[in-house]
């Protein structure tokens, strides 16, 4: 007689281990074309200099006015991000009770969100500076980029916080503690999920185009004020993709291959800020 479960469990290991495969190769893949492409063009020149004339027809010059616009981009966009995300993820579930409504329609507007197209923040983002009276600039890009980025990094955290033991909170009050030592204390247990949800801000903020093209604009120097336009290095390799200069679209996968290497960065330092204090979990 022939085991059905074990037949289904067999099929089902295969599949998983097909799907893990499968992605993996696509990321081998993707990965392996911007290095293939972008590493024989990349050079000191491309991180240490502003694009010259004619850089987008192939001559001399850089992207350092795109790295240096995606990064102040997404600084002040985690920085506002942070601030207005994690109040309101820490008052639904440590201070409403299980259960609320309140604490449902928050959570399914935010899934709503979530899933909102990026290019439709960016109109809305475009929208809203028009009616105050903001140019494109840096900081119409921030603003725009948390519009984006605060539902999926409060939705993230959310789901870290509701995992962690409901007793706690009580127990920490029945010591003595205020509210608000409670939430440090919660906080710091909640450290690593905090961290996850930054990690996928960042990695949806740094690498979209669609929500700062028409609030952030574009320029070839560095904005030295928050009423400059700033470049980013989505815009870049899309204006350098449209080149039909070869020696340009290879720049553009130099500058993929440089945003990759930007996004694994910040990765690796939010991982090592976060096992600091993922060491003092209880």
Do not use: C, W
């Not at 001399?60 to 102040?72: Q, R, T, W």
């Not at 949806?204 to 028409?214: E, K, P, Q, S, W």
């Amino acid at each position: 007689m022939i085991d059905t479960r074990k037949q289904e469990e067999s099929f089902f290991r295969v599949l998983m281990i097909a799907a893990a495969v499968t992605i993996m190769a696509i990321l081998i893949f993707i990965l392996g074309t911007i290095v293939y492409r972008g590493f024989p063009a990349l050079s000191i020149d491309m991180v240490t200099k502003l694009p010259g004339g004619g850089f987008y027809l192939g001559k001399e010059g850089g992207v350092l006015n795109a790295i240096a616009g995606s990064l102040y981009l997404i600084g002040g966009s985690l920085i506002i991000g942070i601030f207005l995300s994690v109040p309101p993820v820490m008052f639904i579930n440590f201070y409403l009770r299980p259960g609320s409504v309140f604490a449902g329609v928050i959570r399914l507007s935010l899934d709503i969100l979530f899933g909102v197209p990026s290019i439709v923040y960016g109109a809305f983002g475009f929208a809203l500076m028009v009616y105050l009276g903001i140019k494109a600039s840096l900081l119409g890009g921030i603003i725009a980029v948390s519009l984006l980025i605060m539902p999926i990094m409060m939705r993230s955290f959310d789901e870290v916080a509701r995992l962690l033991p409901r007793d706690l909170p009580d127990a920490l009050l029945s010591l003595g503690a205020t509210r608000y030592e409670m939430t440090k204390v919660l906080i710091r247990q909640l450290m690593p999920g905090l961290v996850n949800a930054i990690l996928l801000g960042i990695g949806r903020g740094i690498g979209d185009a669609a929500t700062v093209l028409f609030t952030a604009g574009y320029t070839d120097n560095i904005p030295h004020a928050l009423n400059q336009p700033a470049a980013t290095l989505p815009l870049s390799i899309f204006f350098q993709l449209g080149s039909p200069v070869e020696e340009v679209q290879n720049r553009a996968y130099a500058s993929a291959l440089i945003l990759t290497i930007i996004i694994l960065l910040l990765s690796f330092g939010a991982r090592y800020f976060s096992s600091k204090y993922s060491k003092h979990k209880i």
